[in-house]
């Protein structure tokens, strides 16, 4: 073989014209296209949106229009989203499956870096190999945790609609489904071992978040146990017992490293592979030379768009290996597709403090005071930027509230291109009145060196 890939999430996406007429192996364990396409990123945000399209009234009532509260079909809105995804997924399969040049394997070992064992036993030499086996959910050791309807991230999308569900954790899954469920009619109670949603968060964000959401959550409730009885699923925590008709576990994610345990490759103490810039995989401190490792088994960020941006640049190692590109050492941004929503980069307030103390400045611009804000009669939305007084660099952009994914991104540019903030707002014209104001406004209340535009 020529190349062996280790998974068929982002990993289907390094076969390039390049390797047309080439001998390559792509090994699937699971459902061929990976997390994102199944079981992740895209199935989620297809169950965002009709929830957040079921909340509508609440804010049709503030602006004087009476509308019915949503009442979700789930089964029809489930059914749908699958008959989109679950044939993605059979194509992409197929397409691999009709190439002459391509063999497909199921779940592998690696031996050395030239080396995969299939189960059947049959070893596979490849000149180069890429690790793209993402990450698993991770499982708290409590009786009851395998019992019928406790579920995580891969199952809770294709069940029943439950009338009540206990969602455990914290963070961004646990976070997402909570939001999903109850904005579909779902009675969500959402178990948190400490005493906040979402603590990685900048403090002000964190803290509005935490006021604004509208399912219920119980703090310091680490679960101890699960047990079936007759009115459902309960969970005992320290801070009581709850029921419900189904429980979702979402308490983080590994990386799917042990098929590599042969191989005696670098782990992190998180569990993840090391990588140099290049993402060679590293053994005994030193880069393999034709192993490569992208997306989750590797990365900091278990995010699709650091994913995707690793596969781009390994595909190019591939095909270079006289030419090898570094990753890019940009900030990655991240969205939590919640009610209210989020969207992050950078140094929150807290960590620009900690690193430039005096110098770091942060403004936070409130939704309401735009005049798009006012159409909206908005209550929630806070848009933030932190930035170095000395040069205007900005440091960090935290946002919360409608459509808050979409309106990061100049400040990811303006981060990423190293625009500095008083260019970034007076250096193009903002269209008036939409609500991206918000971050001209913020970014005008940042106290940084002026760049002489007007
Ligand atoms: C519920 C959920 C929502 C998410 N939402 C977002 C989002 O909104 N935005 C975002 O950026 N990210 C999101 N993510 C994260 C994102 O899905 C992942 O970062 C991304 O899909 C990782 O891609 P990957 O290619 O590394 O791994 P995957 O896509 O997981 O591919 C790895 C594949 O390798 C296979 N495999 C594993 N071991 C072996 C083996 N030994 N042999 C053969 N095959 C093997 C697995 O079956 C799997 O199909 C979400 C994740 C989850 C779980
Ligand atoms: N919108 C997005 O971009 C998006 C959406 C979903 C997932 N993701 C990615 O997937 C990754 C994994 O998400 P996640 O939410 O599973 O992990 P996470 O690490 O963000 O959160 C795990 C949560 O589980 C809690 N926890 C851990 N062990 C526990 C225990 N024994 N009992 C109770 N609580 C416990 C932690 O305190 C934390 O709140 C994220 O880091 C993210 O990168 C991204």
Not at 404 to 424: E, R, S, Y
Request: glycine content about 10%; aromatic content about 6%; hydrophobic content about 40%.
């Amino acid at each position: 073989m020529d190349l062996a890939i280790v998974g068929s999430g982002s990993g289907n996406s390094l076969l390039t014209p390049f390797w047309d007429g080439k001998q390559v192996a792509i090994a699937e364990s699971g459902v061929f296209g990976g997390t994102c396409l199944n079981v992740g990123c895209i199935p989620t945000k297809m169950f965002v949106r009709p929830a957040q399209l079921a909340r509508t009234w609440q804010e049709a009532e503030k602006l004087g229009i009476q509308l019915p509260p949503g009442r979700a079909d789930f089964a029809a809105i489930r059914d749908r989203i699958f008959a989109r995804i679950d044939p993605i997924s059979a194509g992409g399969l197929d397409y691999r499956q009709q190439a002459d040049n391509v063999r497909l394997l199921g779940r592998v070992q690696l031996l050395d870096e030239h080396t995969l064992l299939t189960e059947e036993g049959e070893k596979i030499h490849a000149e180069q190999i890429v690790l793209a086996a993402g990450s698993s959910p991770v499982l708290p050791d409590i009786e009851g945790i395998d019992l019928p309807g406790v579920h995580t991230s891969d199952t809770i999308m294709r069940i029943e609609q439950p009338r009540r569900l206990l969602v455990i954790g914290a963070g961004f899954i646990a976070c997402e489904f909570a939001s999903i469920f109850a904005g579909l009619g779902t009675e969500v109670t959402q178990l948190v071992r400490g005493d906040k949603l979402l603590k990685y968060l900048d403090e002000e964000i964190c803290e509005a978040f935490n006021t604004q959401v509208d399912w219920d959550v119980k703090l310091h409730a680490e679960p101890r146990s699960i047990a079936a009885g007759p009115q459902g699923l309960s969970v005992r925590t320290e801070a009581g017992t709850f029921t419900a008709d189904a429980v979702l576990v979402a308490t983080g994610r590994r990386p799917n490293t042990e098929f590599t345990a042969p191989a005696g490759l670098d782990l992190h103490p998180d569990g993840r592979l090391q990588v140099d810039q290049f993402q060679r995989v590293m053994r005994s401190g030193e880069p393999v030379p034709g192993l490569y490792a992208l997306g989750d088994i590797s990365s900091e960020q278990q995010l699709k768009h650091a994913a995707n941006h690793q596969a781009r640049v390994v595909a190019h190692n591939l095909e270079h290996p006289g030419d090898l590109r570094e990753v890019s050492e940009a900030d990655i941004p991240a969205a939590v597709f919640t009610h209210p929503e989020i969207a992050h980069i950078g140094l929150t307030e807290a960590q620009a403090r900690a690193e430039i103390g005096e110098h770091a400045t942060a403004k936070t611009q409130k939704y309401a005071d735009t005049a798009y804000g006012w159409a909206m009669e908005d209550e929630q939305g806070l848009f933030k930027v932190v930035a170095d007084k000395r040069d205007g660099r900005i440091l960090g952009a935290h946002v919360l509230g409608y459509e808050a994914a979409n309106l990061i991104q100049p400040l990811v540019t303006a981060m990423n291109l190293g625009i500095d903030a008083h260019t970034l707002a007076r250096g193009q014209y903002w269209i008036h009145p939409a609500l991206m104001e918000v971050a001209e406004n913020a970014l005008l209340g940042l106290e940084v060196p002026e760049s002489g535009r007007l």
